[in-house]
């Protein structure tokens, strides 16, 4: 019994989205890395995690989208931009971050990327993974997240507060060297 595998060069409309939206992703997540403002920096990277939480929807996991969006976007984003207020990071360009390697940074990044995409299309050529909804409900992770995870959360929730903390407390200007 053989079935028919789809092949990669008839992509459905689902493979076309998935591809959009990470090429959305890529393209952003360069801007972050590349971008001279720190706030632009920011707000690139909300886009970066937003076509990631599309890239998941496609992927008929719901739960992780909107975990995505809720924690990544919600929470993530606003703490880094309270961060850079609450320090006083310089808010337009950055020429003093420059150190000068920009060509050996892009070789290194190009040959890197070389590497990669060739090992994922040789490894994956033949691969082929149906997109319909599995055991990815919200029941089975939400009930995975509360039984087995708890204490990491709680304590990433507590490294957050102090890097929250620790910006508010550098922030301030009556506070003096003892």
């Known amino acids: 019994m053989n079935e028919a595998v789809p092949s990669y060069l008839s992509p459905s409309g689902q493979e076309i989205v998935f591809l959009l939206l990470g090429a959305v992703a890529v393209g952003s997540a360069l801007l972050v890395v590349t971008t001279r403002r720190l706030v632009h920096a920011a707000l690139w990277l909300v886009v970066c995690f937003g076509a990631l939480a599309g890239c998941y929807l496609v992927l008929t996991a719901e739960f992780v989208a909107w975990v995505q969006v809720l924690i990544y976007v919600g929470a993530v984003i606003a703490l880094l931009l309270f961060g850079i207020m609450l320090t006083r990071a310089p808010i337009g360009p950055s020429t003093d971050l420059d150190s000068g390697n920009r060509l050996v940074a892009a ?33 089975a992770i939400g009930g995975s997240v509360f039984r087995n995870w708890v204490l990491p959360f709680e304590a990433l929730s507590v490294l957050l507060l102090a890097a929250l903390i620790g910006a508010i407390v550098l922030s301030r200007t009556d506070i003096r060297g003892r």
């Open 107 to 139: 070789g290194v990044a190009v040959a890197t990327a070389a590497i990669l995409v060739t090992l994922v299309v040789d490894g994956f050529r033949t691969a082929y993974a149906d997109l319909s909804p599995g055991q990815g409900s919200a029941e």
